[in-house]
């Protein structure tokens, strides 16, 4: 076994301690819970529109996701864009 | 200052210049200048009629006297468990009468425009007290009620039973409620059976002191608000276009080559009663000082089967005054707004299986309805010792009985427990790695 294998299984310990800890705590205290809205409110949506244009590509990357990936954190806000009467969207 | 070379310019009165957001904003609808001095089409632009408001006061209910329609006692209660008032002297029982229906809250979504607010969710005047003082019909004596807390009382001397159903502009009265049905007996239960699982690690305290009887029946002030929003969302996705490995053994990496895509999209949408907290202090949601989160987690409600306001509903139960109008929670409703295009977005963009970056969001409200609604909520709360003096809730939503809570935990145990386990891994990894 390389000496790299084996630092990696000596962090199993604290690993596994901080865990069970933080894993605890939430079942606890639920401090991680509130009203998901995205999912529990009635929505009606018409059909989701877009555009997609290819722009660039990326070789020899060894990072599974694109970088800064939010597509499942909606929560997370980005740059708000703000009609200013004028009536255009969102710069492309 | 003393370091400037000319004389300081005077201040600027109020009202000019560009201002600053560090400023307190003008309350929504004020302008700073006689209209009347204005040129026409601005004037015209500014003396128009300000959002709707639907009225949802009911006339007969004026008094502040609640009588049953047979005969005329006003010693109304809620039959527990029921959406049905009953009379306790002639025992005649009839049903409230449901919002969406009376109002038509439920129609017309797709057809939103501008806001809509209804009488109970307008702003709250600051003038406005929360005591109130109603002159008995029955025997002239003064009653009060303080709106804070509760919205009956009973006169002391002639035993009539008086309720809030004026709407005062103290943001007291709100345009429906919606009864409990969950029953004590229900919620207590619900409660021990969820600290009943969550006792090992509890706080001894709270353990010791655990009495879910004591939970405590609360009309909790929210918004329901309907809302018609477009959403565009602009970022970057990308597609896997190549996977293949270098190097041998334990040097063997994994590579991946892409295509970069810009990404667009585009949704249109209607939400219906999406409930947000109308009292500050419960809207803020913050773990490290509050369990408010506990309570938010309940939502949501069935708000549909909302009755039109009458006091009665209240009758044995606690309230809650609400303290923020429309503009206030407008941010709010906005992010969670943003937060829906983004989840209904989601699916379309799966072909990118590396993932996309959302960069820039715009949301688009086309017309939105606001309408002020108590919810019943089971409410247990355990301040726990010490100088933070966390107060944690145990709550039960009183329609759907969805139970969530923060049940405080003994530090000590968990540590110990987290470190023993912590240190069992330990030990067979050690025994792995010397045996090879």
């Given amino acids: 076994m390389s000496s790299d294998g084996g630092f990696w299984l000596l962090a199993l310990g604290p690993v596994g301690a901080t865990g069970l800890y933080w894993a605890l705590h939430r079942y606890y205290r639920n401090t991680d819970k509130s009203h998901a809205f995205e999912h529990e409110t009635t929505v009606e949506a018409k059909p989701v529109t877009g555009s997609e244009k290819k722009i660039g590509e990326v070789t020899g990357t060894r990072a599974t996701r694109i970088d800064g990936d939010n597509v499942s954190a909606y929560r997370q806000r980005v740059e708000r864009v703000r009609d200013d009467g004028s009536g255009d969207g969102p710069p492309s | ?436």
């Fill in chain 2, 1 to 436: 200052m003393s370091n400037t070379t000319g004389p300081t310019p005077p201040p600027l009165p109020p009202g000019i210049g560009p201002g600053s957001p560090q400023d307190v904003p003008p309350a929504p609808g004020r302008f700073p200048l006689d209209p009347a001095t204005l040129p026409g089409p601005i004037r015209d632009e500014i003396l128009a009629p300000d959002p709707v408001a639907i009225d949802t006061a009911a006339a007969e209910l004026k008094d502040g006297q609640n009588h049953c329609p047979k005969c005329g006692a006003t010693d109304i209660r809620q039959r527990p468990g029921t959406d049905v008032l009953i009379c306790l002297y002639c025992r005649n029982e009839w049903h409230g009468e449901g919002v969406e229906e009376a109002f038509g809250f439920g129609e017309g979504i797709d057809q939103l425009q501008g806001t809509v607010i209804s009488s109970g969710a307008k702003d709250i005047a600051a003038d406005a007290a929360s005591l109130m003082t109603f002159k008995c019909t029955g025997c002239g004596a003064e009653v009060t009620v303080n709106t804070q807390t509760s919205m009956t009382a009973r006169c002391h001397w002639c035993r009539h039973v008086f309720g809030v159903n004026e709407q005062v502009a103290n943001g007291a009265v709100p345009d429906a409620v919606l009864p409990f049905r969950i029953r004590k007996e229900d919620a207590v239960a619900r409660i021990r059976q969820f600290v009943d699982k969550r006792r090992l690690f509890a706080l001894k305290e709270f353990k010791d002191q655990f009495t879910p009887e004591n939970v405590v029946g609360v009309y909790l002030p929210y918004m329901i608000v309907d809302g018609k929003v477009s959403a565009d969302i602009a970022g970057q996705g990308e597609i896997k276009t190549r996977e293949y490995t270098k190097g041998t053994g334990d040097k063997k990496k994994t590579y991946y080559d892409a295509d970069i895509y810009q990404v667009d999209r585009r949704v249109d949408f209607t939400v219906d009663d999406l409930p947000l907290e109308s009292s500050s202090e419960r809207g803020k949601l913050d773990t490290s000082v509050n369990t408010n989160n506990i309570i938010n987690t309940i939502l949501p409600f069935d708000t549909k089967n909302a009755v039109k306001w009458n006091a009665s509903y209240l009758a044995g139960f606690n309230s809650e005054k609400r303290d923020s109008g429309v503009e206030q929670l407008r941010p709010r409703l906005e992010d969670q707004l943003l937060s829906i295009a983004r989840a209904q977005v989601q699916k379309s963009v799966s072909r990118f299986d590396r993932g996309v970056r959302w960069e820039q969001e715009n949301l688009d409200v086309h017309g939105t309805r606001w309408v002020a609604m108590y919810l019943p909520v089971w409410l247990y709360s355990y301040q726990q010792p010490g100088p933070k003096g966390l107060i944690h809730y145990i709550a039960v939503n009183g329609r759907t009985g969805e139970t969530m809570g923060s049940v405080p935990v003994q530090q000590w145990k968990l540590l110990l427990a987290a470190l023993t386990a912590g240190t069992f891994i330990e030990v067979i990894v050690l025994f792995i790695i010397g045996s090879q």
